[in-house]
Structure formats: structure tokens, C-alpha cells
């Protein structure tokens, strides 16, 4: 009997990671981010501390909505371009209605023009960035998981987005100072990180992660890692 119950234990425990899983999707069909390789890395490590598996992809062929069902997540990892064609899309949009969660990181912006849903989802497109360096972050909502333990500023070099066609709708949780930097082209109102619920789905955007340097930051990883477990309704 002992050994039933713990056979079963196992088995539970077994069957509730292997359906807590996220994709990463990495497909690029413009500017290719050196740090693709090194955010796969941190994320499958994110994933083996945190007890959700990993999968990762370049293949569109993914999306269909009987493989994206099997994850909680499907994160954008500096994708460019157009990366999926129609049939794709509407699994994908399928995917979100049915509960499924996005995560954008950095050049997930950059990705898309020309289907607005997409926009909806990600919450803004890339506009331009001048040269890497010192920036600072203003965190104006800690109460999410992706900004719980940041300082209220948040000194970090990286190569900083401005943006257009921001959308109406996400929550945003940190602006960029553009004070303390050049070259930024969004003023005062210049939102980085953001989040929000969205046809039925989950979206989280942050508009850092370009250099390697930043997938073996703990604060980025932790932001990072707190925008995930959200996305997957794993935390308020």
C-alpha cells in the first residue's frame, strides 16, 4: 500500500510538470539578436529552478493550436519580421482566446506590422534605438511579480526602444527616464515593461534583454522570470 501511494505521488507530481511548459520562440526574418542564444540559455535553466519545462523552436510549423495547447506560455524571444503566415496567426490568436499566455522580450516589438491583433497583443511596435548605455528605469508598479524586489530606479545598460502604435489597455510597470540617456523619441510618457489581459489571454512585454549580459543579471532574470510565471497564471 506504501508503495501504491507513493508510485501515485509520483506520477502526480510527474504529470503537473510536464503540463506546466512554455515555448520559446526565437524565429527571426529581419535583425538577428546575438543574445538569442543566451536567453534560451537563461530560460531553460529559469525553467529547471522553477520546475517548468522548456521547449524551444525557430520552426513556425509550431503553431498549430493542437501543439500550443500543451504550453502555458509561448514566449517571443527577440523574434523579427513576419514570422508566422496566416494559418499560423489564427492558431496562435485561437491559442490566446482559449487562455493562453504571451511573452514579448526586447525585439518581440519588432515583429508583425501588419497584423494589428498582434499589436493588441504585444502593446506597442519598435520604433528606434540609439546606442547602447546607461539608462534608467523608473518601476512605478511593484505590486506585479515581474517588478516585485526592483529599485524604484533602476540604473541598467542596454539598447532602449522607443516605440509607436502604443495601445490603450496594458498596465504599465516601469517607464524609461529618457532624461537620462540620448536619444530616446517617446518623451516623458516612454512605458518599457508592461502587461495586460487580452482576449481571453495573458501578455507580458519588457522591452529590455538585448546583450548577453542581462540573462545572467539576477534583477532582469527575476523580472523576467516574475513576467513568465504570470503569463502562465501561475501568480497574481
Known amino acids: 500500500m ?93 491559442y490566446i482566446q482559449k487562455g493562453g499566455g504571451y511573452v514579448g522580450i526586447h525585439a518581440a516589438a519588432d515583429t508583425e506590422y501588419n497584423w494589428p491583433w498582434y499589436n493588441q497583443l504585444c502593446g506597442a511596435y519598435f520604433l528606434s534605438h540609439p546606442k547602447q548605455q546607461d539608462a534608467e528605469v523608473a518601476v512605478i508598479d511593484k505590486n506585479h511579480p515581474s517588478t516585485k524586489g526592483l529599485p524604484d530606479r533602476w540604473k541598467r545598460f542596454d539598447e532602449w526602444y522607443s516605440y509607436k502604435k502604443i495601445v490603450d489597455g496594458p498596465t504599465v510597470l516601469a517607464k524609461l527616464d529618457e532624461k537620462t540617456y540620448t536619444g530616446g523619441a517617446n518623451g516623458d510618457n516612454h512605458p518599457i515593461a508592461w502587461y495586460r489581459k487580452f482576449d481571453g489571454g495573458r501578455s507580458f512585454y519588457t522591452g529590455m534583454g538585448h546583450t548577453d549580459a542581462s540573462y545572467v543579471d539576477p534583477l532582469f532574470v527575476g523580472h523576467l522570470l516574475g513576467g513568465i510565471r504570470w503569463a502562465m497564471g501561475k501568480a497574481k
Not at 15 to 34: E, M, N, P
Not at 45 to 53: A, I, S, T
Open 2 to 94: 506504501k508503495f501504491f501511494a507513493l508510485a501515485l505521488l509520483v506520477s502526480l507530481t510527474y504529470t503537473t510538470y510536464a503540463q506546466d511548459a512554455v515555448l520559446v520562440f526565437s524565429r527571426t526574418k529581419g535583425y538577428r539578436h546575438a543574445s538569442i542564444g543566451a536567453g534560451k540559455v537563461a530560460l531553460m535553466k529559469m525553467g529547471q529552478e522553477n520546475k517548468f519545462r522548456v521547449d524551444t523552436t525557430e520552426d513556425a510549423n509550431a503553431f498549430t493550436y493542437d501543439n500550443l495547447k500543451k504550453y502555458k506560455t509561448v514566449i517571443f524571444l527577440s523574434t523579427t519580421g513576419d514570422v508566422l503566415d496566416t494559418l499560423q496567426q489564427q492558431a496562435f490568436e485561437k
